[in-house]
């Protein structure tokens, strides 16, 4: 059984696209000891692969996000910026323009109700804070595995050495899994409130047969 902590990298891994996949799942055979032994190391593998995997997902998704995120900031700014001095300009030079003011204020409004809707700025901030705990825990991995291969096997039965190391991989799938879900969650909450957030103003607006009679008395 190989000593390497390190998973190897396969050129047509699952995060060459958009979506996070999970890997095959490797085959077993466990006829004899080291067969048994050596399903377990390829086990090992595969569950370091699939935690790579979601870290260089979330980094990846991270960058692509912040620069979305700084992009639209910098317009709000731009655009705010602009709407504010178009009305003082008008004034200092006599010139009817104040209207043109209202028009990039309400276009910045739009971007930050963008960025908003689209979680742009927490996302990226999300994916960051993911893919450290991701990491943390597939280092923490790779020291107990490094611990397990330093013992002694001397007098260890075989299959005890089996259940030893397959309690590691499990436990770092459990946690992969967990940590998943859990951003899931939180992008999920994250979509419902910001739907939520759109959805109240405009329930909040007469219907426009209602706003018609309204105006008829």
């Known amino acids: 059984m190989t ?15 958009r979506d996070l ?15 048994r032994l050596g399903s377990v190391e390829s086990l090992r593998v595969w569950a370091e692969q699939e935690a790579e995997d979601a870290i260089e997902w979330y980094l990846r998704d991270k960058r692509r996000k912040r620069r979305g995120s700084r992009l639209v900031r910098v317009l709000m700014i731009v655009l705010a910026t602009t709407g504010t001095v178009i009305p003082l300009a008008g004034a200092a030079t006599g010139t009817d ?8 204020l309400a276009v910045a409004a739009g971007c ?20 450290q705990a991701l ?12 611990a397990e291969l330093l013992r002694d096997p001397t007098g260890v039965p075989e299959q005890t050495l089996v259940e030893r190391r397959l ?14 879900q ?8 994250e979509f419902r409130a910001g739907l939520q957030h759109f959805q109240d103003p405009a ?15």
């Open 3 to 17: 000593g390497s902590t390190g998973a190897g990298r396969s050129g047509g891994g699952p995060t060459g696209g």
């Open 21 to 35: 996949r999970g890997r095959a799942f490797p085959a077993l055979t466990t006829g004899t000891p080291h067969e």
């Open 97 to 104: 323009i104040q209207s043109w003011g209202y028009v990039f």
């Open 112 to 131: 930050k109700g963008f960025d908003h809707f689209f979680g742009l700025s927490t996302a990226w901030m999300r994916d960051m804070t993911a893919a």
């Open 135 to 146: 990491r943390g825990e597939l280092s923490a991995f790779r020291l107990a595995w490094s």
């Open 167 to 180: 309690l590691l991989i499990g436990d770092l799938a459990g946690k992969l899994r967990t940590h998943l």
């Open 182 to 189: 859990s951003e899931t969650g939180d992008w999920t909450a």
């Open 203 to 217: 329930a909040g607006l007469p219907a426009p047969r209602d706003a018609g009679a309204a105006a008829e008395r």
